[in-house]
């Protein structure tokens, strides 16, 4: 898989299920944001590395400056579900550092990533010199609340075809690569983990998904998904036309 996630994430991206743009990074003044980043240890993760673990201590937040991660919370069954994708910009563990509570969610690296580890005593010695930071991380945690809630509302009102359409549309438009006709969206997702997102079973999720490649809209191959139609897929979503 090509790291396109970090050309995406230039163009102003931003993670499944938010509706507005919300890299923490580039909310920071530029010397806030260098000084921020001097603090850090800069540290590599291979694909499929746990950088967090849900329920574990939260002594430290990262920085993500390239690459994606995948962010799943366990379920009452034990199952692990996939809430969240995250891209370069973006904070990570924010909240178990600032409110000294145990991880939230589980951080997987989604491919080759690079980071910035800040611990928790040099973040509150940055946050006293930069308030405003703090500031910034509170509106980011909360556009994410609303995003979850909004995307809780979307779940209840419309159908399995019309919230696949408007995750995969929203794949695209935000991680997505353009090869010729089509636009390869550069997250590897299994079908269990797109069922997640989508907030329905999997076979259901792959009846749709089915619609949508026999009508010419979408194609796949395994762990790779291209739109063929963004116009359609997008109205099938209920979302305006791209540009609009």
């Known amino acids: 898989m090509e790291r396109a996630t970090q050309r995406t994430a230039q163009r102003g991206t931003y993670g499944i299920g938010d509706r507005q743009p ?3 990074l580039g909310s920071l003044s530029e010397e806030a944001r260098k000084e921020l980043l001097s603090i850090g240890s800069p540290q590599q993760y291979p694909p499929g590395a746990k950088i967090f673990v849900e329920g574990a201590p939260g002594d430290c937040l990262m920085l993500l400056e390239t690459g994606y991660v995948k962010v799943t919370r366990k379920r009452a069954n034990g199952y692990e579900a996939l809430i969240a994708i995250r891209v370069g ?3 990570l563990g ?3 550092v600032i409110d000294d509570v145990p991880r939230l969610a589980t ?4 491919e080759d990533i690079d980071v910035h580890v800040i611990q928790r005593r040099a973040l509150q010695k940055f946050l006293g010199k930069y308030p405003e930071t703090t500031l910034h991380i509170m509106r980011l945690s909360n556009r994410r609340l609303h995003s979850a809630n909004t995307w809780r509302i ?3 009102e419309f159908p399995v075809r019309v919230r696949l359409a408007r995750v995969l549309a ?7 690569k353009p090869l ?3 636009t390869l969206i550069c997250i590897e997702l299994t079908q269990t983990e797109l069922a997640a997102l989508v907030g329905s079973g ?4 792959q009846q749709e998904l089915a619609r949508l490649r026999a009508d010419g809209i979408v194609g796949t191959k395994y762990r790779e998904t291209s739109v063929l139609k963004p116009d359609l897929l997008r109205a099938i979503g209920l979302l305006p036309p791209i540009g609009r």
């Open 107 to 110: 951080v997987t690296a989604g």
């Open 180 to 182: 010729g006709s089509r």
């Open 94 to 96: 924010e909240m178990a």
């Open 202 to 205: 999997v076979r259901a999720v």
């Open 154 to 156: 979307v779940i209840g």
């Open 22 to 24: 919300s890299r923490f």
């Open 170 to 176: 929203e794949l695209a438009e935000n991680h997505g």
């Open 89 to 91: 910009g973006d904070v």
